[in-house]
């Protein structure tokens, strides 16, 4: 594997999941730039939008994509809203594959609607929150990403096999 792969997403499209699958499947090195900053810091994201706010955390999130988007042979999982900077959008681009996890709103929903551990989502109505986030990023994720892959309620193994056939086809490009 040469190049490295970068999963955009909204929380809940299944970036870590899918991520650590297809690093197996590659046998490439996976990493988790939440689980990254988490090392980094040694506490936990909630604790840092709590204590620092979001735009530390956004910044931490830039130096550590600016660190690993450097390394060749990497399966990536980005943050929700790590596209939301611009120069994020721009090495992810330029230093590798960037694989859009598309999923709408209400398939997030299902999939975070009883997970705790993430801070934009401590809302009183989640399904909206997401319907917003969605708006808001799905254009970004889409100027980002070389190759779109449709997630719906599949399972990740099935998401890997369709990233692996629309990377053959990009390669191919």
């Not at 299944?14 to 197996?24: D, Q």
């Not at 090195?29 to 939440?34: S, Y």
């Not at 994509?65 to 990497?74: F, V």
């Not at 980005?78 to 939301?84: D, F, H, P, R, V």
């Amino acid at each position: 594997m040469g190049k490295s792969i970068f999963l955009v997403g909204l929380m809940g499209a299944g970036k870590s999941t899918v991520g650590r699958i297809l690093a197996r499947k590659l046998r490439a090195r996976f990493v988790d730039t939440d689980h990254e900053i988490e090392a980094r810091t040694g506490v936990s994201i909630p604790t840092i939008f709590e204590i620092e706010g979001e735009a530390c955390f956004r910044r931490r999130e830039s130096e550590v994509i600016d660190a690993l988007s450097r390394e060749s042979g990497l399966v990536l999982a980005t943050g929700g809203g790590a596209i939301l900077a611009p120069e994020n959008r721009q090495r992810l681009r330029e230093r590798g594959v960037v694989v859009y996890l598309c999923a709408s709103p209400e398939v997030l929903y299902e999939r975070t609607r009883h997970d705790r551990g993430r801070p934009l989502l401590q809302v009183e109505d989640r399904l909206a929150k997401l319907q917003a986030l969605h708006s808001q990023r799905d254009p970004l994720y889409r100027e980002t990403a070389h190759v779109i892959v449709e997630v719906g309620a599949t399972q990740a193994i099935q998401v890997v096999r369709r990233i692996q056939q629309a990377l053959a086809t990009h390669a191919t490009t």
